[in-house]
């Protein structure tokens, strides 16, 4: 686990941007793992604006997938996580909606939802490089606390402090879904690169726990100590409570150039 802690949102979203864009660049036909929620927004702002500026790559052959669905909204609502991704990135990168996949909420086939999602990213090669925000509670898509480490894409249950969470993209609590689709732990961590980002002190013990505590369900992010690529960008408040912060910055700041992200 690489930790990079930065100056600020803006820097996450610039070195998040130049790790994505150097993954397409290294392959046009690459294969993208996209977060919603906030974390992620100055990230994708700086991709459209590199891309729509003629500074970025071509997003034409790429293909996506999406880390989670609610359960329960009617298709096209437009906090369901599709039409979010669309509006927030694809779009503004020319993406087309075919190219880009996300959990099948479809009641009828909620059963089968999980094992369909994770055939469809096996036949697209896996994530080449996946995006991934916190919950304060350290959950990690919407593997809530006591998630299996080793869990697939599946239907979660979201807890009452997740759905309080998110009732900010709602006119109110009640119309937070109850259930999702996600994918799971071990789905996660068969992508080849993570790339972590956490802002704001609300994430500072959640950050803290999932770096450098015990690896336990208890803590869902704490399972990317076990993969062998994953780049953790914090701003200030969200490394706070970090005990090796000063080494973190020491390593970043003597890291030899040809190395990269
Ligand atoms: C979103 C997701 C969630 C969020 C987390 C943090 O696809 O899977 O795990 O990353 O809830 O949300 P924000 O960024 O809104 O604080």
């Not at 009828?108 to 080449?128: N, S």
């Not at 704490?222 to 970090?242: E, I, M």
């Amino acid at each position: 686990m690489e930790v990079v802690p930065l100056g600020s949102a803006d820097e996450i979203a610039a070195t998040a941007a130049d790790v994505f864009e150097a993954v397409v660049r290294r392959n046009s036909a690459a294969v993208l793992g996209l977060a919603t929620g906030s974390t992620p927004l100055p990230t994708y702002r700086e991709l459209i604006r590199r891309h729509q500026a003629g500074v970025g790559p071509s997003y034409r052959g790429v293909t996506c997938f999406n880390l989670d669905e609610y359960v329960g909204l009617p298709t096209g609502h437009e906090q369901s996580y599709r039409a979010t991704i669309a509006r927030e990135l694809t779009d503004g990168l020319g993406i087309g909606a075919d190219r880009v996949n996300g959990p099948d909420p479809s009641p009828d086939g909620l059963p089968t939802a999980g094992a369909r999602y994770e055939a469809l990213i096996q036949a697209a090669g896996g994530i080449d490089v996946q995006l991934l925000g916190i919950g304060a509670d350290g959950h990690l898509a919407f593997n809530e606390p006591g998630s299996s480490l080793a869990s697939r894409t599946r239907i979660k249950t979201l807890t009452a402090q997740t759905r309080k969470d998110n009732a900010r993209f709602f006119s109110s609590l009640d119309e937070v879904p109850t259930h999702v689709l996600t994918q799971g732990l071990g789905t996660i961590l068969a992508a080849r690169h993570l790339v972590f980002i956490a802002v704001e002190e609300s994430k500072a013990d959640a950050v803290a726990a999932a770096v450098e505590g015990p690896v336990s369900a208890s803590c869902p992010a704490s399972v990317l100590q076990l993969h062998p690529h994953v780049t953790v960008l914090l701003d200030p408040a969200a490394a706070s409570r970090l005990e090796r912060l000063d080494y973190y910055r020491e390593v970043y700041a003597a890291k030899p150039a040809w190395q990269g992200l």
